[in-house]
């Protein structure tokens, strides 16, 4: 472990901007899809034959 | 098939399909959350800080699996659509529909994160490099083909139009994959190849492979619930019905 403290972890050695905001952004998308296909899922399953 | 005692054909409808793909999905999620979890905890507590880009460098954890996952999303993707215009399979089409999006959310992550390490270590958010170039025409071609589909009502057709796309298309995976060979860029060459030994930290190649891992795990588990949306959708059509008349054949499609 190279981390003296969380401050220093969330630094990322003066790159946390461009670090964190690349895993943000893919967390935030893959939650999103899933969020996106259950929804989608749950749209199609309901939906009467008209 | 018999030898396995399981008729596996029966599987390739999507009415059978579609409970298995049910019991599958909660697996491959636990799969893949485990897997993520092991990853990030190997990349950002056991690998050591890089001594010439110092940590900027683990934004590799996630943009290397992105692409990865990009070009082979983009391979499963094409072969699926060929087996359907081979085979005139409606379930191999469904899978390249289910794919798609999928893939075009990694291709995307992979410029994204990528533009997020060239700033800090080149100085330049987007360059016009072969390998940038080259992924950003993938993210236009799953782009197109999931456009080329719903711009299409007939099903069949649209099947066909965007399986002759992905098939067209699968040739820029070797150009993005070789391009750092072929052409003289900016962009790093390969970080691990089968043939030489791994440039990198031992621990960091780990990190990078789980999360791969982990990212395939994640991309099994949300197209098989893809699918079945896809399958619920198709069966809603009034020409799976019985008694469809062909007038409500032609207006459902």
């Known amino acids: ?50 | 098939m018999s030898f396995t005692g399981i008729n596996w054909f029966k599987y390739s409808s999507p009415q059978a399909f579609h409970p298995l793909a049910g019991r599958m999905i909660p697996w491959f999620s636990a799969a893949a959350l485990v897997l993520i979890g092991v990853g990030l905890y190997i990349g950002f507590f056991v690998a050591p800080t890089d001594f010439q880009q110092g940590d900027a460098y683990r934004i590799i954890f996630v943009h290397v699996p992105a692409a990865w996952m990009s070009m082979f999303l983009y391979v499963i993707m094409a072969a699926w659509a060929g087996l359907g215009l081979g085979l005139n399979a409606r379930p191999s089409f469904m899978m390249a529909q289910a794919i798609a999006p999928t893939g075009a959310m990694f291709t995307f992550l992979a410029l994204l994160t990528g533009s997020m390490w060239g700033k800090p270590t080149w100085g330049a958010w987007w360059v016009w490099d072969a390998r940038l170039t080259s992924e950003l025409i993938l993210l236009f071609q799953y782009i197109g083909i999931i456009l080329l589909r719903a711009s299409i009502d007939d099903l069949r057709r649209a099947d066909r139009a965007s399986a002759v796309f992905a098939l067209v298309g699968v040739v820029n995976v070797p150009i993005i994959y070789f391009s750092v060979r072929w052409w003289n860029t900016l962009h790093q060459g390969a970080s691990v190849s089968m043939t030489a030994s791994p440039k990198m930290a031992a621990t960091m190649v780990t990190a990078m492979l789980v999360m791969t891992l982990g990212f395939w795990m994640y991309s099994i588990a949300v197209t098989l619930a893809r699918m079945r949306c896809v399958i619920v959708e198709r069966e809603r059509q009034p020409a799976w019905g019985k008694n469809a008349s062909i007038q409500e054949v032609a207006e459902a499609r």
Do not use: I, K, P
């Open chain 1, 1 to 50: 472990m190279q981390w003296g403290s969380l401050t220093e972890f969330w630094a990322m050695g003066g790159y946390g901007l461009y670090v964190w905001t690349s895993f943000g952004a893919s967390a935030l998308c893959m939650v999103w899809e899933v969020l996106a296909v259950w929804r989608r899922h749950a749209a199609a399953a309901s939906r009467d034959v008209s």
